[in-house]
């Protein structure tokens, strides 16, 4: 079972709509969970982190975390074109000093 | 200013070359990581220093050495480069320990071995 997992997509949603990429972990003392956003030929850059069970909001962007499913998602709202990229859920995995990330899920948001 | 910068963006070369990536940061981070991305995008760590000290080695090739003169550089020499080393390259640094790792990347350096 791979450390962090991710649907690769692609994912597509209309302009406007809700977005919703998700992310499954199997260490169960994982600790942090982020949120990367990838463009093409560019460097993955942070969108969100979130440590505690719940709902962490940031503008249009929500991270959901339940430790017990051992779940994290990212929930894009009035999703926009330059919303595309590619979104890398990282995992820091407990007493590792590492960040492992998901394979990544590809979003394109349609006009 | 940047936080984290690699040299070069591009690398373009022979089998069976030598070459190397530098990656310095300006953060005042302890932690220092080198991350290979293939061409599906998975991002998988390949080395992690501590205060110039090597933490994390996830089974690379000792074709690869890291050298970390001191904690804000973090070095990559490849030896007898392979097809297969073909990829992009990304440093990263972040905090030491703690919930808070964010952890920031350079630009990365694709390498292309032909």
Not at chain 2, 31 to 49: C, E, G, R, V
Request: contains cysteine; neutral net charge.
């Amino acid at each position: 079972q791979k450390e962090v997992e991710q649907n690769s997509g692609p994912l597509s949603v209309p302009e406007g709509a809700i977005a919703s990429l998700n992310c499954t972990y199997s260490d169960r003392g994982s600790q942090s969970f982020f949120w990367y956003r990838q463009y093409s030929g560019k460097s993955p850059e942070l969108i969100m982190f979130i440590y505690s069970n719940g709902d962490k909001e940031d503008g249009r962007f929500t991270a959901q975390l339940n430790k017990a499913s051992q779940y994290v998602s990212l929930l894009i709202r009035d999703s926009q074109p330059s919303d595309s990229a590619t979104y890398l859920c990282a995992v820091n995995i407990r007493g590792a000093q590492k960040l492992v990330f998901g394979q990544g899920t590809r979003l394109t948001i349609n006009p | 200013d940047t936080a984290v910068s690699q040299t070069p963006k591009y690398l373009v070369t022979q089998m069976g070359n030598d070459k190397s990536i530098k990656c310095e940061q300006n953060l005042g981070h302890d932690t220092m990581y080198w991350y290979k991305q293939d061409s599906k995008k998975f991002l998988k760590i390949m080395f992690s220093y501590n205060n110039k000290e090597l933490i994390i080695n996830e089974t690379v090739p000792n074709r690869f050495s890291p050298k970390s003169p001191d904690k804000a550089h973090l070095n990559l020499h490849i030896n007898s480069l392979e097809l297969g080393d073909s990829a992009v390259y990304f440093c990263a640094s972040s905090r030491l320990g703690g919930q808070d790792t964010e952890a920031f990347f350079g630009q990365g350096t694709r390498l292309t071995v032909v």
